[in-house]
C-alpha cells in the first residue's frame, strides 16, 4: 500500500496514520470473519488464526468519476466495473450511498447490493472457495448504472461514487489445501497451492 510522505505540511502524515490505522482494524476484523467461518464449517474456530495472523492484504481507495447519465442512455449495457469474484479469502467494502453494485444470485442473475449505512458488504473469494472444496462459493460482483438519478442541481450528472475495498488474503507462505471436512461424494477439487504465488498468478493474468 503506497502512502505519502510528510512533505505537505502535515497532510500526508495524518492520511498514513489514519490509513495504517483503518488497515490494521481490517486485518483484526478479517481474523473475526475467519473464525465466524470456521465455526460454521465445523472445524476449530482458531483454525485460520495462522494464515491471517500476518495482514497480508490489501487496502484500495476507490473513486468512480462523475458521469453523464447519456453515456448509460446510449450504451445501455455500459458497466463501471465488469463481472469478477476477487481472489484472497474475503473482501471487506465500504460503500457510498451512491449504488451501483451488484452481486450474483444462486440463480445466476445480478440483484442490487443496496447500500446500508454503517455496514460492511463482505464478498468470499476464490481462495476461500478452493479452501472450502466450494461449499462456499466465491462471490460474482460488478459496478453498473447508479440506480439513483443525478441530485436536483446536478443536471445530467451522476456525482462520483467512492468506496473502500480491504482484500483479505491467506499469509503469502502459506499453503491453501481443500478442508479435509468439506469434501463430500465429489471428492477434492482443488490442489494445494501456495497462496502467495496464486494471487501473483491471478493478478498477472488480469493486468
Same mark, same amino acid.
Given at each position: 500500500?503506497?502512502?505519502?510522505?510528510?512533505?505537505?505540511?502535515?497532510?500526508?502524515?495524518?492520511?498514513?496514520?489514519?490509513?495504517?490505522?483503518?488497515?490494521?482494524?481490517?486485518?483484526?476484523?478479517?481474523?473475526?470473519?475467519?473464525?465466524?467461518?470456521? &465455526?460454521?464449517?465445523?472445524?476449530?474456530?482458531?483454525?485460520?488464526?495462522?494464515?491471517?495472523?500476518?495482514?497480508?492484504?490489501?487496502?484500495?481507495?476507490?473513486?468512480?468519476?462523475?458521469?453523464?447519465?447519456?453515456?448509460? &442512455?446510449?450504451?445501455?449495457?455500459?458497466?463501471?466495473?465488469? &463481472?469478477?469474484?476477487?481472489?484472497?479469502?474475503?473482501?471487506?467494502?465500504?460503500?457510498?450511498?451512491?449504488?451501483?453494485?451488484?452481486?450474483?444470485?444462486?440463480?445466476?442473475?445480478?440483484?442490487?447490493?443496496?447500500?446500508?449505512?454503517?455496514?460492511?458488504?463482505?464478498?468470499?473469494?476464490?481462495?476461500?472457495?478452493?479452501?472450502?472444496?466450494?461449499?462456499?462459493?466465491?462471490?460474482?460482483?460488478?459496478?453498473?448504472?447508479?440506480?439513483?438519478?443525478?441530485?436536483?442541481?446536478?443536471?445530467?450528472?451522476?456525482?462520483?461514487?467512492?468506496?473502500?475495498?480491504?482484500?483479505?488474503?491467506?499469509?503469502?507462505?502459506?499453503?491453501?489445501?481443500?478442508?479435509?471436512?468439506?469434501?463430500?461424494? &465429489?471428492?477434492?477439487?482443488?490442489?494445494?497451492?501456495?497462496?502467495?504465488?496464486?494471487?501473483?498468478?491471478?493478478?498477472?493474468?488480469?493486468?
Amino acid at each position: 500500500m503506497w502512502l505519502p510522505d510528510d512533505t505537505d505540511g502535515g497532510w500526508g502524515a495524518k492520511f498514513k496514520t489514519e490509513m495504517l490505522s483503518f488497515h490494521d482494524e481490517c486485518k483484526g476484523l478479517h481474523i473475526e470473519i475467519m473464525r465466524a467461518i470456521a &465455526e460454521g464449517l465445523g472445524i476449530d474456530v482458531s483454525w485460520f488464526d495462522s494464515y491471517t495472523d500476518r495482514g497480508d492484504n490489501t487496502l484500495r481507495l476507490l473513486h468512480y468519476p462523475p458521469v453523464n447519465k447519456d453515456v448509460f &442512455e446510449k450504451n445501455p449495457d455500459q458497466v463501471r466495473a465488469g &463481472e469478477h469474484s476477487d481472489y484472497g479469502s474475503i473482501t471487506l467494502l465500504f460503500q457510498d450511498s451512491r449504488g451501483g453494485l451488484q452481486v450474483e444470485s444462486p440463480r445466476g442473475t445480478f440483484v442490487d447490493a443496496t447500500p446500508i449505512q454503517d455496514t460492511i458488504v463482505i464478498n468470499a473469494g476464490d481462495l476461500l472457495a478452493r479452501w472450502s472444496n466450494d461449499n462456499i462459493k466465491s462471490t460474482k460482483h460488478r459496478v453498473v448504472q447508479p440506480p439513483l438519478p443525478p441530485a436536483p442541481g446536478q443536471g445530467d450528472t451522476y456525482p462520483a461514487r467512492y468506496s473502500i475495498a480491504y482484500f483479505c488474503n491467506p499469509n503469502f507462505d502459506r499453503i491453501v489445501e481443500v478442508i479435509p471436512n468439506t469434501v463430500g461424494k &465429489e471428492g477434492r477439487k482443488y490442489e494445494g497451492v501456495n497462496s502467495g504465488d496464486y494471487l501473483v498468478m491471478r493478478l498477472e493474468a488480469t493486468y
